[in-house]
């Protein structure tokens, strides 16, 4: 069974900076499309950004573009997501997931259990 590790959340201060690690065993990421996706207590799920298979593309949901960014370490089987200028509206629990698909187009079926990222003064 898939199963992901997220790793690298916590306590950082508004204008702050994290990195967030996503790996798995067993199976080999490289080919597969990876999203992280966040969840506010009281709020849905929402997807935050998605690397394509081989890393062909990326893409960011409107609220995070030029603060967070996606990537993959092939060597680690593992993706990160690069968290900078953060935001108190940043916080939530994020988990990464795939859907054993090459593009983020479809559906995500494999999910983490999370990371908790709190930006608070």
């Known amino acids: 069974q898939l199963q992901f590790v997220e790793s690298g959340g916590g306590l950082v201060q508004p204008g702050g900076s994290l990195r967030l690690s996503c790996t798995t065993s067993?199976?080999?990421?490289?080919?597969?499309?990876i999203g992280w996706v966040r969840q506010a207590p009281g709020k849905e799920r929402e997807g935050v950004s998605c690397?394509?298979?081989?890393?062909?593309?990326?893409n960011y949901t409107r609220s995070v573009k030029g603060r967070l960014a996606i990537r993959r370490d092939s060597a680690a089987n593992t993706v990160y997501l690069l968290m900078m200028n953060l935001k108190s509206e940043d916080t939530g629990s994020y988990s990464c997931?795939?859907?054993?698909?090459?593009?983020?187009?479809?559906?995500?079926?494999?999910w983490g259990q999370g990371t908790q990222v709190t930006v608070s003064s």
């Open positions: 067993g199976v080999n990421l490289t080919d597969y499309a």
């Open positions: 997931g795939t859907g054993l698909w090459a593009t983020c187009d479809r559906e995500f079926s494999f």
């Open positions: 690397i394509s298979g081989r890393s062909t593309y990326t």
